[in-house]
T-cell receptor, first 116, second 112 residues
Framework: AQTVTQSQPEMSVQEAETVTLSCTYD???????LFWYKQPPSRQMILVIRQEAYKQQNATENRFSVNFQKAAKSFSLKISDSQLGDAAMYFCAYRRGETSGSRLTFGEGTQLTVNP | DGGITQSPKYLFRKEGQNVTLSCEQNLNHDAMYWYRQDPGQGLRLIYYSQIVNDFQKGDIAEGYSVSREKKESFPLTVTSAQKNPTAFYLC???????????FGNGTRLTVT
């Protein structure tokens, strides 16, 4: 079974600074997708960024980027120029590369605090 | 607007009673999912359905039941057999593996 591990239960960053959230996963599959979701206090799940395992290039979405190390099974999220609105719980997630309906497996989450 | 609707937002029940959480989607996705979230923890998969009239157990299915009679609907019943039902429940829908899941706003269930 696939597992996703986030070893940092809590992180904090100063506004405008950069922070990196860690995620490792375990799988024997070669075709899969990785995601970072954000859950603010409203508890709505919001997609932050997505990475295809077959792509070597790291995904980037504005201030959010990932460092995808396939051999090490590592998928960290870097938030640049942190803003107060970035404060949330962040979840790393894994999904097998089936055509449809595959389950999404989540890590335990990292609670990010942004200090003004 | 397309999306996933969970109702109600807050639900209170007495211990020993079954309760059904509603999840409806108008995104035309084949697959639907139920997750449970406890304070400070990640999301754990309860049940999922890849197609109408079919569903599979997730990691914590004991004490729960589901049905999938229509593509749009995937209700979750929390039975009296569930030892610790108080939690936040999230419903999601999606299709292709490369597509992110779309989530509802959740239902907070409190059993006393």
């Amino acid at each position: 079974a696939q597992t996703v591990t986030q070893s940092q239960p809590e992180m904090s960053v100063q506004e405008a600074e950069t922070v990196t959230l860690s995620c490792t996963y375990d799988t024997s599959e070669s075709d899969y997708y990785l995601f970072w979701y954000k859950q603010p206090p409203s508890r709505q799940m919001i997609l932050v960024i997505r990475q295809e395992a077959y792509k070597q290039q790291n995904a980037t979405e504005n201030r959010f980027s990932v460092n995808f190390q396939k051999a090490a099974k590592s998928f960290s999220l870097k938030i640049s120029d942190s803003q107060l609105g970035d404060a949330a719980m962040y979840f790393c997630a894994y999904r097998r590369g089936e055509t449809s309906g595959s389950r999404l497996t989540f890590g335990e989450g990292t609670q990010l605090t942004v200090n003004p | 607007d397309g999306g996933i609707t969970q109702s109600p937002k807050y639900l209170f029940r007495k211990e020993g009673q079954n309760v059904t959480l509603s999840c409806e989607q108008n995104l035309n996705h084949d697959a639907m999912y139920w997750y449970r979230q406890d304070p400070g923890q990640g999301l754990r998969l309860i049940y999922y359905s890849q197609i109408v009239n079919d569903f599979q157990k997730g990691d914590i299915a004991e004490g729960y039941s589901v049905s999938r009679e229509k593509k749009e609907s995937f209700p979750l019943t929390v039975t009296s057999a569930q030892k610790n039902p108080t939690a936040f429940y999230l419903c999601a829908a999606g299709d292709r593996a490369y597509s992110p899941l779309h989530f509802g706003n959740g239902t907070r269930l409190t059993v006393t």
